[in-house]
């Protein structure tokens, strides 16, 4: 199968990779950006002068995998690390894949969802999340998706484009129900713990749930190319090892051993993030209201992307393009399937070059 152009990335590519890059990006979704040293002068430092530049082990290094256990709340025994999420979930479509069968996935959604299931030989059954009704993630809707042949359900949770959460509750509820129908629910929780109202615990330690993770988004660290799998089954777990060795071998010991560094000083990363996104989304909720004649949005309850729209419908393209000649990087909604739609990322600029970018942004807006 032909997998379809990547159009984020060559949008993120034309612009955010370029030399220079665009002056304010709204566009990605990770948080602030660290550099080596920076990371390097939290703690009591990481001994990376001793690391033995070999591979580590399939399944993550023993320090990491603690580390990362720790940071979920459950057993290290049950972690795959993986090259980012990204890599997490190959391996699930790599040891899900059988002919005729489908996954359970959001729609919109993160953009390598479909065309990978496609690429695995997977159908895809799609829970339509609505603007109309905020894009929440119903643990009914899940269920209708299901039928005889899905080998799991995933839902992304904050999700990626909307912001929206899924409680825990309801995560619970569909575990539940989905376990007695025999499938498994995957979550993808790459924004935990970026929660705007009540803190939400990581859904690693439900059962029939396989969680899903990384260093990219919350920790703001994507240069890591650290992820994971939490699986607590000891066969599929053994799957997932094995489909690891098959694809990478392992993850970088030097990256490990800074993602461990990293987990053990997770306050500062997370406290600098929850401080820039909060700010930021107080900003973005007073500009929303100012141009809410000409776009409409639903409020992220967690992460770090929101997906406003167009209420005349038109396509946001040829704005995203105007936008970005003014330097100002929002991502057009066609590349989620949505044109009318623009995702927006609040939380990579500091809270005074983002309110900056947003007077640009209204400038272009009541322009146009
Ligand atoms: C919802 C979601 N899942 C998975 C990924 C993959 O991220 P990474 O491979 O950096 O861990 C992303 C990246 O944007 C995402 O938004």
Sequence with gaps: MDLP?????????????AT?????????????????????????????DDTVLSYAPSEGGRALREAIGTFLGVDPDWVV????????????????????????????????????????????RHVRLSRDNGFRQHAADVLDAVDESTVFALVNTPHNPAGTIMPRDGIEELAAALHRKGVPLVVDEVYHPLYFGKPQPSAASLSNVIAM????KAMSLA????????????????????????????????????AVHALANRDVLLTRLQAVAGEN???????MDRV??????????????????????????????ALAANGVLVAPGDCFGMPEHMRLGFALLRPEKFSQALGIFERILREG
């Design 81 to 124: 690390v993986t090259l980012g999420a990204s890599e997490a979930f190959s391996i699930l479509l790599c040891a899900a894949a059988r002919p005729g069968t489908n996954v359970v996935l959001p729609s919109p959604g993160y953009p390598a969802f479909d065309p990978m299931a496609g690429v695995w030989g997977l159908g895809v």
């Design 213 to 216: 993770g990384d260093m990219s």
């Design 223 to 258: 240069g890591l190319r650290i992820g994971w799998l939490v699986e607590r089954d000891p066969q599929r777990r053994e799957k997932m090892i094995d489909a690891r060795s098959y694809f990478t071998i392992s993850s970088s010991p030097l990256l490990e051993r800074l």
């Design 20 to 48: 220079p890059p665009i002056a304010y990006d709204l566009a990605s979704s990770t948080g602030p950006k660290w550099t080596v040293g920076e990371l390097l002068a939290l703690g009591d430092g990481t001994g990376l």
């Design 292 to 321: 809410s004649d000409v776009l409409a949005w639903a409020r992220p309850a967690g992460g770090t992307v929101c997906f406003p729209w167009f209420r005349d419908g038109r396509d946001s393209r040829p704005f995203c393009e």
């Design 281 to 287: 989304l107080v900003a973005l909720s007073d500009f």
């Design 5 to 17: 152009p990547f159009l984020l990335d060559h949008w993120l590519a034309k612009h955010s990779f």
